[in-house]
C-alpha cells in the first residue's frame, strides 16, 4: 500500500470517529452510515486526482465540486438538472435547508429529531471537515495542522452535549488524530529513508528520526507539539462551554434537554418548536388562567402573529415597538355594528415558561402586568424588554369576544390598500398548484368570506388530509405544495397552507401562533399544557378585522360563525374574575428605560424589530443572489489562506526531494534549500539582496534576523554549500540541508515579535513570487506569439531579471 493510500484511508478513519461525538445529539442514528459512505467518495475522489496527477489547488476543487454534487443528490434531486447536477433551483433549496436547520438547532432540545435540515448540516458538516483534513493530511501531506478541523468537530459535539462529550467519543477521536501523525510520518521515512536526518541509525532501527544530540528533529518535535495542543484543547474546551437547555444551541426553555426542554414558541422558526412541544412525552403545565368568558373552549391564547411569508417562512416582520398603554386601541377594521362582549382574565404562567411573547386572548383591550413589556402595535402583542419572560408571571387582562354573523362577513368591503398589499404578497417560488388548488376548492363562492370557510371545511373535514404530529418540518413554499399531495402534516401545515392559500385569492392572511384554550378544571380554572401549542390562520375582513380559522382538523373549536348555525351574537354581562387571581400591575415602562436592546445596538431609541424577524417582505431570495452569496463565502475564507497555503507548498516541495543520485540533482537540491532560506528571511521582514554573495547574504541574514548561534551556524552551513555547488570543481557531498532550513525559520521566529511571526505565517511576503512567475509566463507566452511567422518582426524585448538569489 502506498503511502499517500495509507494516509487516505487514516483521514478517513480520523474524520469518522471525530463525527461518532454527534451521535448523541440527535435521536436518530441514520445519518452516520450516510455521512460515512458520502466521506469514502470524497476521498476516492481526491485519491484519483491524486494520482492523474493534478495540482493541489485542482485536487481540492474537485473534491469540492464531488461534495456538492453528492449533497445534491442526496438532498435536494429532485430541484437538481436532470437529478444530479445543482442548478439555480437546487442551490437555493440547499440553502433553504441549510436556513431550517439553523433554526431547528437553536430550537430542539437534545437529542433533537432527524429533520431534513438537521440531517443535512450534520451530514454537510461532516464531509466539509473530512475535506479540509485529506487536504492537509494528504494533498498537502500536513497531519499534523489537520488536528484543527478534527479539534473543532469534536469540541462542538462536547460543548452541545449534556455534562459534554462521553470519554469514549474522545478517546476514538485522538485515537483516529494519533493514528493519521503514525502514517503521516511513516510516510516521511519511506520517502527520506537514511538521508532524511544524515544521522546513524536509532536503537530501534529507523534512520534519520533523531537529532545529533538524541532528540527529535525539528519536524518531529512541530507535530509532536501541534498534537499536544490539540488533544488539550480538546479537553479543555468542552469543560469552559457552558451548559445549554432547551435547543442545541440554547433557548430560553427550562428543559433538561432530554424532553422536557420544550415550552417556548420561538418565532424564528415556529414550526420545530411546535412540532417539539406537540412531540413531547409529558404535557407539562406551562399556564394556568380564569376567566369569566361564557365559553372558555373558544378562548385562544395569542402569542404572535407570522405575517412575512418568503417562500422558506413565515416570520414576524419589523415592526416599531411601544410604551404599553393604559388601555390598547381599538382593533383595526372592527365595526360598531358587530356584537362584542369584553371580558377578564387572570393567567398564570409557570416558571418553566420562559417565552419573550407574552400570551394573551385576542384581541387584548389591556393588560395588567408587572415587569419590562413593550407593546407592537400591528400584532396586537406584548414582547419582553431587556431579558424579561413570561416565566412566574401573574398578570390580568381585558379582552373582545368578537361575534360577527355569517352575513357581516359575506358582505365585508375591500381591505384598505396598504393592508391588501401588504398581507397578500407572496414569493415567485410559490409552486402554482397552491393557486391552482385554491381555486379549486373555492370554485363557486359568492364571496371572500364563503371562500375562506370553503379551505376552511376542505382542510378540516373534506379534502381527506390525517393530523400527523411526525411528519418531517418544512415551512417553505415546496413544503407547503408537498402537505397539499401528500395530505398529512400538524397544525403549522395547515395554517400556512390555508394562509398561503387566501393570499392567492387576495384575501389578507397571517398566521397566529399561541395555544388552544387547553383542558377546564374542576376548580374553575383551565390549564395549558406544552401540547395545547397550535398554530391557526388569521383573515381580514373590513367592518370585523383579524379573524380567526380553523382549519386543522381534531385540533381546537371552529369559531361559530364559520358553522351553518351562526348564533346571533347575543351576549350576557360576565362577572368580574376574583381580585386575587391577579396580582397588582406596575407602571408602563418609559421610554428611556425600556428602550429594547435590539434598537439600542442601531442606535435608536423607541422602536424595536420584533424577535425573529430580519427585514421587510422580500420576493423570496432568488438563486443567482444565493449562489453569489456561496461564491463569497468561498472567496473570503480561501483567499486570504492561498499565500499561507502556497508557502507550506513550497517549503514542503524544496526541502522534500530527495535529491536524486547525479550532481545536477544534488545541486538542485541544495539551491532549493538555500531558496527556502531566503524566503524565510523575506517572510521575516528580511527582504533579498541579489547583488550580495551567499556568504555575505548569510552573514547579513544572521544580522537582521537575530539569530541564535544554532540557527546561525545553520545559515552559513547551507551558503557554504551553495558556494560549493557552484564554483567547486567537484563538489562535497551535502547532508541535513531541510534540517538546516528548518533551524534557520524556527530561529526567524523565535527572534521575531508576535506580530511579525502572525503576518509570516498568514501573509508571507515570498509569496509575491507566484505574481512574479504568473507575469514572467504571459511574457513569454507574449513574446511566442510576437514571435510567430506572419505576426511581425520580433521587438527582441529581454525578460525581466529574476527576482531571487541563488
Not at 412525552?281 to 394556568?288: A, G
Not at 424588554?385 to 355569517?406: F, H, K, M
Not at 381591505?415 to 373555492?442: F, H, I, W
Not at 362577572?575 to 421610554?591: C, E, I, L
Request: with cysteine; glycine share 12%.
Amino acid at each position: 500500500m502506498s503511502g499517500r493510500t495509507r494516509l487516505t484511508l487514516c483521514a478517513f478513519a480520523a474524520t469518522l470517529t471525530a463525527a461518532g461525538a454527534l451521535l448523541p445529539l440527535v435521536g436518530a442514528k441514520g445519518w452516520l452510515p450516510q455521512a460515512a459512505l458520502l466521506l469514502a467518495v470524497q476521498s476516492g475522489a481526491g485519491a484519483l486526482a491524486r494520482r492523474v496527477p493534478l495540482a493541489r489547488s485542482l485536487t481540492v476543487a474537485v473534491q469540492a465540486l464531488v461534495t456538492l454534487l453528492l449533497l445534491t443528490v442526496v438532498f435536494v434531486r429532485d430541484h437538481a438538472l436532470f437529478g444530479v447536477l445543482p442548478g439555480p433551483q437546487a442551490v437555493q433549496r440547499l440553502g433553504e435547508l441549510l436556513t431550517a436547520g439553523a433554526d431547528d438547532v437553536g430550537t430542539y432540545a437534545i437529542p433533537a429529531p432527524m429533520t431534513d435540515g438537521i440531517r443535512l448540516l450534520l451530514v454537510g458538516g461532516v464531509l466539509l471537515i473530512g475535506l479540509a483534513v485529506d487536504a492537509l493530511a494528504v494533498t498537502f501531506r500536513s497531519a499534523a495542522p489537520a488536528g484543527l478541523p478534527l479539534l473543532a468537530l469534536y469540541s462542538v459535539a462536547a460543548g452541545l452535549a449534556e455534562g459534554g462529550a462521553s470519554w469514549l467519543w474522545f478517546l476514538l477521536a485522538a485515537c483516529g488524530y494519533l493514528l493519521l501523525l503514525l502514517a503521516e510520518g511513516r510516510d516521511r521515512l519511506s520517502r527520506w529513508g537514511r538521508v532524511f536526518g544524515g544521522t546513524a541509525r536509532s536503537a530501534d532501527g529507523l534512520a534519520g528520526l533523531t537529532g545529533p544530540g538524541g532528540g527529535a528533529t525539528a519536524p518531529v518535535r512541530t507535530g509532536r507539539r501541534i498534537g499536544a495542543v490539540a488533544l488539550g484543547i480538546a479537553l479543555v474546551v468542552p469543560a469552559t462551554l457552558p451548559a445549554l437547555d432547551g435547543g442545541l444551541l440554547g433557548g430560553t426553555g427550562n428543559g433538561n434537554g432530554k424532553g422536557s426542554g420544550g415550552g417556548t414558541i420561538s418565532a424564528v422558526n415556529p414550526l420545530v418548536s411546535l412540532q417539539n412541544n406537540l412531540n413531547q412525552p409529558e404535557n407539562r403545565e406551562v399556564m394556568t388562567y380564569r376567566t369569566n368568558a361564557r365559553n372558555p373552549q373558544d378562548l385562544y391564547l395569542r402569542i404572535l402573529a407570522l405575517d412575512e411569508f418568503n417562500g422558506t417562512e413565515w416570520r414576524s416582520s419589523t415592526r416599531r415597538l411601544k410604551d404599553v398603554p393604559e388601555r390598547l386601541p381599538e382593533p383595526t377594521g372592527l365595526s360598531p355594528d358587530v356584537a362584542v362582549t369584553e371580558i377578564r382574565t387572570n393567567i398564570s404562567a409557570s416558571r418553566s415558561y420562559q417565552q419573550t411573547y407574552l400570551p394573551l386572548p385576542y384581541p387584548a383591550t389591556e393588560v395588567e402586568v408587572g415587569g419590562r413589556w413593550r407593546y407592537e402595535p400591528e400584532g396586537r402583542t406584548l414582547v419582553g424588554d431587556a431579558g424579561q419572560t413570561t416565566g412566574g408571571a401573574r398578570y390580568e387582562t381585558g379582552s373582545l369576544i368578537i361575534e360577527p354573523t355569517a352575513a357581516q362577513l359575506a358582505a365585508a368591503g375591500p381591505p384598505p390598500k396598504a393592508l391588501a398589499r401588504e398581507y397578500t404578497r407572496l414569493p415567485g417560488s410559490l409552486p402554482d398548484v397552491v393557486d391552482a388548488t385554491a381555486r379549486q376548492v373555492t370554485e363557486g363562492a359568492a364571496s371572500d368570506y364563503e371562500r375562506a370557510v370553503k379551505l376552511q371545511d376542505w382542510f378540516s373535514s373534506s379534502g381527506g388530509f390525517t393530523y400527523d404530529t411526525t411528519v418531517s418540518s418544512g415551512t417553505g413554499s415546496t413544503a407547503i405544495a408537498r402537505f397539499l399531495r401528500d395530505k398529512q402534516g400538524f397544525c403549522v401545515h395547515f395554517s400556512f397552507s390555508m394562509a398561503a392559500m387566501a393570499r392567492t385569492l387576495g384575501i389578507p392572511a397571517r398566521v397566529a401562533v399561541g395555544f388552544t384554550p387547553g383542558t377546564f378544571q374542576a376548580d374553575g380554572a383551565s390549564s395549558v399544557g406544552l401540547r395545547d401549542a397550535h398554530a391557526w390562520p388569521e383573515l381580514y375582513f373590513e367592518g370585523v378585522g383579524w379573524t380567526r380559522f380553523e382549519p386543522t382538523p381534531t385540533r381546537g373549536s371552529a369559531p361559530a360563525y364559520t358553522r351553518p348555525d351562526t348564533p346571533s351574537g347575543d351576549t350576557d354581562d360576565p362577572a368580574q374574575p376574583s381580585a386575587s387571581d391577579s396580582a397588582a400591575p406596575t407602571a408602563a415602562p418609559s421610554a428611556s428605560e425600556s428602550c429594547p436592546a435590539q434598537l439600542r445596538r442601531q442606535g435608536e431609541c423607541g422602536a424595536s424589530a420584533a424577535p425573529g424577524a430580519a427585514g421587510p417582505a422580500d420576493p423570496g431570495t432568488p438563486a443567482g443572489m444565493v449562489a453569489l452569496v456561496i461564491l463569497a463565502a468561498v472567496l473570503v475564507l480561501v483567499v486570504p489562506l492561498l499565500p499561507l497555503l502556497w508557502r507550506i507548498r513550497a517549503r514542503s516541495r524544496r526541502l522534500g526531494s530527495s535529491g536524486g543520485r547525479t550532481a545536477a540533482d544534488a545541486t538542485a537540491r541544495i539551491l532549493a534549500a538555500w531558496r527556502e532560506i531566503i524566503d524565510s528571511a523575506w517572510d521575516h521582514g528580511i527582504v533579498p539582496d541579489e547583488s550580495l554573495t551567499p556568504r555575505k547574504a548569510a552573514a547579513r541574514i544572521v544580522r537582521l534576523g537575530r539569530l541564535d548561534p544554532a540557527a546561525a551556524a545553520a545559515v552559513h552551513r547551507v551558503a557554504g554549500s551553495v558556494e560549493q555547488a557552484l564554483y567547486a570543481p567537484r563538489p562535497r557531498p551535502v547532508t541535513g540541508l531541510a534540517e538546516d532550513a528548518t533551524a534557520v525559520r524556527a530561529g526567524l521566529r523565535a527572534a521575531a515579535g508576535r506580530a511579525a511571526r502572525l503576518r509570516a505565517t498568514l501573509a508571507p511576503r515570498s509569496a509575491v513570487r507566484v505574481v512574479w512567475a504568473v507575469a514572467d509566463r504571459r511574457a513569454a507566452l507574449r513574446d511566442r506569439w510576437t514571435n510567430r511567422p506572419g505576426r511581425g518582426r520580433w521587438t527582441g524585448r529581454p525578460r525581466r531579471p529574476t527576482r531571487q538569489h541563488g
